[in-house]
């Protein structure tokens, strides 16, 4: 299995980015597939996951009305489009793919596979 995060990059706050994650050797829409992030010197936080069929989607709170996940199925992709960025997004930013519960939904150990990260640097 290989999840391929990509889209990361520098921004200034206000603006936008769109990472994409891209996935191999899994049946995709089986999957939920979730974005982490972690900043410097902090722990990996939940960022958004949605369902594998459905499309349900959980978000955190500091990132409710500003990010946007979404999939496409036949690409084997997800992506989280990231609006009206603030300084404190700052961080690497993981894809993960998993079968959690729903208790284990927002929780890191929900997840299985994970990718090498794309750094996201939102300057003030």
């Not at 995709?28 to 010197?41: I, L």
């Not at 996940?69 to 700052?90: C, F, G, H, V, W």
């Amino acid at each position: 299995v290989q999840l391929q995060a990509s889209g990361g990059g520098l921004v200034q706050a206000g603006g936008s980015l769109r990472l994409s994650c891209a996935a191999s050797g899994l049946t995709f829409s089986q999957y939920t597939v979730a974005w982490f992030r972690q900043a410097p010197g902090k722990e990996r936080e939940f960022v958004a996951s949605i369902r594998g069929s459905g499309g349900g989607t959980f978000y955190a709170d500091s990132v409710k009305g500003r990010f946007a996940i979404s999939r496409d199925n036949a690409k084997k992709s997800t992506y989280l489009q990231m609006n009206s960025l603030k300084p404190e997004d700052t961080a690497v930013y993981y894809c993960a793919a998993g079968r959690p519960i729903l208790s284990y939904m927002r929780q890191a150990d929900g997840y299985t596979n994970w990718g090498q990260g794309t750094l996201v640097t939102v300057s003030s």
